[in-house]
């Protein structure tokens, strides 16, 4: 679908509203949870850019590690993670 909409407005445009939805819904979650709009926009970028990645991967279909990265990826707004996501977008170890 996503290889349809480089060539195709009308797909594109599904595309980017489906993209926006998900975000949206991770973000607002996000800031729900860390009470921080920069650190909940970078949570929504993370987890997007992650998912898409996920669709589109060639490899067999694995649903316990697609569970596994979704419980990193809560873990990571907990205080005291040991991964925080900085205001500047880059992921760091603490």
């Not at 349809?4 to 998900?22: K, M, Q, Y």
């Not at 993370?46 to 979704?70: K, N, S």
């Amino acid at each position: 679908m996503r290889a349809w909409a480089t060539a195709n407005p009308a797909v594109l445009a599904v595309h980017v509203e489906i993209d926006e939805l998900r975000y949206g819904i991770l973000r607002d979650s996000a800031a729900a949870i860390v009470d921080d709009d920069a650190r909940a926009d970078r949570f929504a970028r993370w987890a997007i850019y992650v998912l898409i990645g996920y669709e589109q991967c060639t490899l067999p279909t694995d649903i316990t590690a697609l569970g596994w990265i979704g419980g990193q990826l809560t873990r990571s707004l907990e205080p005291g993670s040991d991964v925080a996501i900085t205001a500047a977008g880059r992921k760091e170890s603490t």
